[in-house]
């Protein structure tokens, strides 16, 4: 591991314990070089995920601009970081064990979209206008519409 201080290659684990979840070893270390301490995360990757883009270009998955873009739609919300952490590695893991090495990028969209709808309506609202590329209120109404019809429905089976 490089050091992100002096950039020397010889580096050593101080210290590794899992997760809670143990989805995630984290390891503290040291460079040799320099003293500088630092962490690493260390998870398990079951493929390597190409994203074909819109416009028909192939890119490497990115699991950190993932998580950037649910963290966004998440701004400013009562949800707890270790949820997002948990929402997050379970579209990877879906994604990874879909069997598929190259996914589109509106599968993995509509993905996050399923699993924000259940974690917070607001964020589902927020990516879905990016996603989705609202460009009108009656493009929001829509949305609204979908999720408290979802509302009514699950309120009139729990009445009766």
Known sequence: MRCPNCNS???????SRPTEDSSVIRRRR??????????????VQLRELTVIKRNGRRV????????RSVQISLRKRQVEPERVEKMVSTIVRELETGGEAEISSE?????VMEHLR?????????????YRNFREAKDFAEV????????????????K
Not at 60 to 67: A, E, I, N, Q, T
Not at 120 to 126: F, G, K, L, S, T
Not at 144 to 150: D, N, T
């Open 9 to 15: 290659l010889d580096t050593q684990v101080k210290d």
């Open 144 to 159: 609204l519409g979908e999720l408290s019809g979802e509302e009514e429905a699950r309120l009139a089976a729990i009445r």
């Open 107 to 111: 599968v993995i969209g509509e993905t």
């Open 118 to 130: 259940t974690l917070d309506d607001v964020a589902y609202v927020r990516f879905a206008s990016v």
């Open 30 to 43: 040291v460079c040799v070089a320099c003293n500088f301490r630092f962490t690493t995360f260390e998870r």
């Open 60 to 67: 490497p998955f990115d699991r950190d601009k993932l998580m």
